[in-house]
């Protein structure tokens, strides 16, 4: 049976990384699995994230956004989620619809009711049988993302906005994960990569009976 995790949150809480340690654990107990992220996760879906993370769609406000949004995740559903879950994989996934809630909902102020509608377009029934929200003050995820850039990575115009929108933007989640809890579970993404790893684990592997599953014939 392919299973569906997503890990969002803030700007540089982690969710890259504990996506690749969770796969990685659960490839060497014998699972099939497909890491992708949004926006992209398709060929097409990726120019569009492209045009996203520049700030280029920017000047048009954030229905456009959305709009944008909605088109990278309906090719990324139809071409790649749903037909790896088809095949029984498990699909993790950095970011998914609840980005779209936060950033664009929360944060751009689209009224709820176009998002939903948006969300039913592109992703159908393609809904995570888990969510994890990953939660880190602020100073500290902004301080991660920082150090990220000073490694030559790019900052994309969302890491760029300023300390406001980033305490707006873990309200946000936070109160996704208030309003939705048999999906979302809130993880505490501070402390060391492996503290945070195991948390992710212990959560994974109650969810979805793993130990059951591994333990000997």
């Known amino acids: 049976m392919g299973r569906f995790v997503t890990f969002e949150g803030g700007e540089g809480v982690g969710k890259s990384t504990q996506m690749r340690r969770l796969a990685a654990r659960l490839q060497a107990s014998g699972h099939e699995v497909l ?7 398709s060929p097409r879906a990726e120019h569009l994230r492209e ?14 956004e959305t709009v ?16 790896a879950l088809g095949r029984g994989a ?8 609840d980005s779209t809630r936060a950033y664009q909902g929360a944060l751009g102020d689209i009224d709820l ?27 500290l995820g902004l301080g991660r993302a920082g150090a990220r850039a ?7 115009r969302f890491e760029a906005e300023g300390a406001a929108f980033h305490d707006r ?9 208030r309003h939705e809890p048999r999906r979302c579970v809130l993880v505490d993404a ?3 990569e492996e503290e945070v790893e195991a948390r992710v684990w212990d959560i994974v592997t109650r969810r979805f009976d793993l130990t059951a599953a591994m333990a000997p014939a």
């Open 190 to 192: 501070t402390g060391a």
């Open 90 to 97: 498990w699909v993790l996934c950095d970011r998914f619809i």
């Open 113 to 139: 009711g176009v998002i939903s509608a948006l969300e039913r377009v592109a992703a159908g029934d393609c809904v995570p049988d888990l969510t994890l929200i990953l939660d880190a003050p602020v100073e």
């Open 150 to 156: 000073g490694d030559g990575a790019q900052r994309d």
């Open 51 to 64: 045009v996203l993370l520049s700030g280029r769609a920017k000047p048009f406000g954030p229905m456009a």
């Open 68 to 83: 944008l949004l909605a088109s990278a995740r309906a090719d990324h559903v139809d071409r790649v989620i749903r037909p």
């Open 35 to 41: 890491t992708t992220r949004e926006p992209g996760g």
């Open 169 to 177: 933007l873990r309200r946000a989640f936070i109160d996704i994960c």
